[in-house]
């Protein structure tokens, strides 16, 4: 479990801000991928990285964007056009892909104000 | 794509009794299906999972079935004990086609086991 963090553990923004989540992994794996999850729904897929340099829309993605230009790191951005934001986001990764086992880091609640 | 519903969303029992959790899906070219719990606060974690060429498997009180043909699976928990509850997902992904890459979530059970 140790290995995939995240970072802030709260956040809190203000209505028209982008903000930025951060998920870091000293695993090694090439997979990661960002979930959001709301009460009763379950884990909604945002979007996924399978290499650097590479990643591709989950169901979800529309007001979010991300980058992948180390192995290791995965940033999601929240922008303003996401409607509603406010969720408890969590990224994970794996060896290569969905097939393997996901390890997921401790989460980020957002909360907008 | 995929689809995966899970039932039921709400599960009581007593301890030592059994407790089973039921998905289907939607894709027939998923193929691997892993099971999540998920304690209060606390990050998901796999518990145990299937891949489509084998019917079932199984972990000391923890056990999965796969039906390929009418294209569900389930998760079995023998012997109950109050550290069990939490809230418990199932997956589903395939191996080609529009959902190819995309792990797909139920929306959850919440296992409540009474002492």
């Known amino acids: 479990d140790g290995g995939i963090t995240q970072s802030p553990k709260y956040l809190f923004r203000k209505e028209g801000q982008n903000v930025t989540l951060s998920c870091e992994q000293n695993l090694n794996h090439d997979a990661m991928y960002w979930y959001r999850q709301d009460p009763g729904q379950g884990l909604r897929l945002i979007y996924y990285?399978?290499?650097?340099?590479?990643?591709q829309k989950g169901d979800i993605a529309e007001g979010y964007s991300v980058s992948r230009e180390k192995k290791e790191s995965f940033p999601l951005t929240v922008t303003s056009a996401q409607k509603n934001p406010t969720a408890f986001y969590l990224c994970?990764?794996?060896?290569?892909?969905?097939?393997?086992?996901?390890?997921f880091g401790p989460g980020t609640r957002l909360t907008v104000l | 794509g995929e689809n995966v519903e899970q039932h039921p969303s709400t599960l009581s029992v007593q301890e030592g009794d059994s407790a089973v959790i039921k998905c289907t899906y939607s894709d027939s070219a998923s193929n691997y299906f892993p099971w999540y719990k998920q304690e209060l606060g606390k990050r998901p974690q796999l518990i145990i999972d299937?891949?489509?060429?084998?019917g079932e498997k199984k972990d000391q009180r923890i056990a999965v079935t796969l039906n390929k043909t009418a294209k569900h699976f389930s998760l079995h928990i023998t012997e109950t004990q109050p550290e069990d509850s939490a809230v418990y997902f199932c997956a589903a992904t395939p191996f080609m086609g529009t959902s190819y890459g995309k792990l797909t979530f139920g929306q959850g059970t919440i296992l409540t086991v009474h002492p």
């Open positions: 994970a990764s794996s060896v290569r892909d969905p097939t393997d086992t996901q390890y």
């Open positions: 990285s399978q290499i650097v340099n590479d990643f």
């Open positions: 299937i891949r489509s060429n084998v």
